[in-house]
């Protein structure tokens, strides 16, 4: 079962908060909250937020077990752009991006497994007459 969680519209760079995301990306819940506990970075904390935002779904909403739960992906994606400007020598303006991202985090829970039935190769067998004996029964 995956659990999926975003937080939209954060303000802070895209680039700065992949490298965030690329450390926690396939590991079990519990390091990655030990992981981004003691980055000292803004996105950590934004990531750790939505990280626990998607705990508690997969513990509540679909009653997942919190201690099997990995992360399967981490995507940071680009928001919109405040554009702003800043005067600069002889009149003209500079300009001055402030970017901002969506995280989206992906957890997945330990798959039960399923029992397989057995093929019913012998049932199809007995429902199909080989051709030489029905050219046999016809003559």
Do not use: C
């Not at 405040?82 to 970017?99: Q, T």
């Amino acid at each position: 079962m995956e659990v999926t969680s975003t937080t939209k519209f954060v303000r802070l760079s895209p680039k700065k908060a992949r490298d965030v995301a690329r450390e926690i990306q396939g590991l079990p819940v519990s390091n990655a909250l030990d992981i981004l506990t003691f980055t000292p970075k803004k996105a950590a904390m934004l990531i750790g937020k939505t990280l626990k935002t998607a705990i508690a779904d997969a513990e509540n909403n679909f009653s997942l077990d919190t201690s099997t739960l990995t992360i399967k992906e981490a995507v940071i994606g680009a928001g919109p752009t405040l554009r702003r400007h800043m005067p600069r020598a002889k009149g003209s303006a500079g300009a001055i991006l402030k970017r901002t991202s969506h995280i989206s985090i992906t957890l997945v829970g330990a798959a039960t497994e399923k029992k397989k039935r057995a093929p019913k190769k012998a049932a199809a067998k007995a429902d199909t007459v080989p051709a030489a004996t029905a050219e046999e029964a016809t003559a």
